[in-house]
């Protein structure tokens, strides 16, 4: 899948090292053992386009993968946060789908979605120095309240990033009033892990 990959080199070396801390935080989470560094996987999104896995199945059964991803600004903005946010989802896609295929389990484009909007809370989270409910409420504000949509309302690509936005908002709001409201973290990931094993019936059911 070399020409998957054309174009990876210096110029990914920001891009890299993020994806690789948050492929590590993940893993470290949920409690996965790694099949495969993302950083092998990963190129440049075009200009203007936005972050992208692409997968398929080759002939003798194996996938083969490529994320493409914004590139990281200099300077620190808004911007650079969607920047940012999207390669979290870009790891998020990645990770599901490496842990469901070395398990043989199916994964919807739904579940995914909704498992990388939980992802992108919980990774930034635990990049905030002091982490409680003022400061969830806010990171759950930003992510899914001041979103906006690429897609528009309607079609199959919008109402799925829609229901994935809504699904995380409900679900999100429901860990910080369970848990870390009450500083329990410990039961906080013992949730986040089962909300990952679950499919995208049982996700939809816990949001």
Do not use: W
């Amino acid at each position: 899948m070399s020409h998957l990959l054309e174009g990876n080199g210096v110029g990914l070396v920001r891009e890299i090292a993020l994806a690789s801390r948050v492929q590590r935080a993940l893993e470290r989470l949920y409690r996965l053992d790694r099949s495969a560094d993302v950083d092998a996987f990963m190129t440049h999104a075009g200009h203007g386009e936005r972050e992208t896995l692409l997968v398929r199945e080759s002939g003798d059964g194996a996938l083969e993968i490529s994320l493409r991803v914004p590139k990281l600004g200099d300077v620190a903005s808004d911007d650079d946060l969607d920047a940012i946010c999207q390669i979290i989802e870009g790891v998020s896609h990645f990770v599901y789908i490496a842990d469901r295929a070395s398990r043989e389990r199916e994964a919807t484009q739904l579940e995914l979605e909704v498992q990388a909007e939980v992802d992108k809370y919980v990774v930034l989270a635990e990049s905030l120095r002091d982490f409680d409910e003022t400061t969830s409420r806010r990171l759950r504000e930003r992510l899914y309240e001041a979103s906006t949509f690429t897609h528009g309302e309607g079609t199959t690509l919008g109402e799925r990033y829609r229901m994935a936005n809504r699904c995380a908002r409900r679900f999100t709001g429901r860990l910080e009033r369970d848990y870390v409201a009450r500083a329990r973290f410990g039961e906080l990931h013992d949730e986040l892990r089962r909300f990952f094993e679950m499919g995208q019936g049982d996700k939809l059911r816990a949001a």
